[in-house]
């Protein structure tokens, strides 16, 4: 069964940092790519960042480019996201997500999400 | 940046009637536009993918047609637990990745 847990979320201040976490099982992880997507409160869904299974190839979203960083350890299937100069516009529900194929498609399974809350 | 934009926002029916969910683009996206249901406090899932292909373990009620800028989402016979908030996402020409603004689906 395929399982993402995400972690790290909590409340910071504007200007802070933050890493997320995203704990997979249940499939070999360094064959897909995997994704984050977040969801401010009330609204929508907005891509985030995606990453190659092999590490090598990311992509960020306009609005994070610059500020985030999406990395994984294939050694212990974990997929992580530095927030760095966080704004209140990054306040949201971070969800991981595997990609079904390619590096950046269809997301076939998620994670319950952690809350980002950048507030004074 | 594709824009995906669906309609209606709000579609209020009743369990057992036919819901039918459409989803346009602003340019082509071939066949590469995935559904996802979300009900409150839950992560998205994975409906459909490939504008047409159910997802592992999705009911045959749920169906997916389209090609081009046009797609539709339908639910041939709903039950309670269709009720939530449906997105379509482009997997087309990225980056970015995007997603519809979403169509609630409420009960009548």
């Known amino acids: 069964e395929v399982q993402l847990v995400e972690s790290g979320g909590g409340l910071v201040q504007p200007g802070g940092s933050l890493r997320l976490s995203c704990a997979a099982s249940?499939?070999?992880?360094?064959?897909?790519?995997m994704s984050w997507v977040r969801q401010a409160p009330g609204k929508g869904l907005e891509w985030v960042s995606s990453?190659?299974?092999?590490?090598?190839?990311?992509y960020y979203a306009d609005s994070v480019k610059g500020r985030f960083t999406i990395s994984r350890d294939n050694s212990k299937n974990t997929l992580y996201l530095q927030m760095n100069s966080l704004r209140a516009e990054d306040t949201a529900v971070y969800y991981c997500?595997?990609?079904?194929?390619?590096?950046?498609?269809?997301?076939?399974?998620w994670g319950q999400g952690t809350l980002v809350t950048v507030s004074s | 940046e594709i824009v995906l934009t669906q309609s209606p926002a709000t579609l209020s029916l009743s369990p057992g009637e036919r819901a039918i969910l459409s989803c346009r683009a602003s340019?082509?996206?071939?066949?590469?536009l995935a559904w996802y249901q979300q009900k409150p406090g839950q992560a998205p899932r994975l409906l459909i993918y490939?504008?047409?292909n159910r997802a592992t373990g999705i009911p045959a009620r749920f169906s997916g047609s389209g090609s081009g800028t046009d797609f539709t989402l339908t639910i041939s016979s709903l039950e309670p637990e269709d009720f939530a908030v449906y997105y379509c996402?482009?997997?087309?020409?990225?980056?970015?990745?995007?997603f519809g603004q979403g169509t609630s689906l409420e009960i009548k």
């Open positions: 997500a595997k990609v079904r194929i390619t590096v950046a498609g269809d997301l076939d399974y």
């Open positions: 249940g499939f070999t992880f360094s064959t897909y790519g």
């Open positions: 990453i190659s299974g092999t590490g090598v190839v990311t």
């Open positions: 340019q082509s996206v071939s066949t590469y």
């Open positions: 490939d504008a047409s």
């Open positions: 996402q482009q997997r087309y020409n990225w980056p970015p990745i995007t």
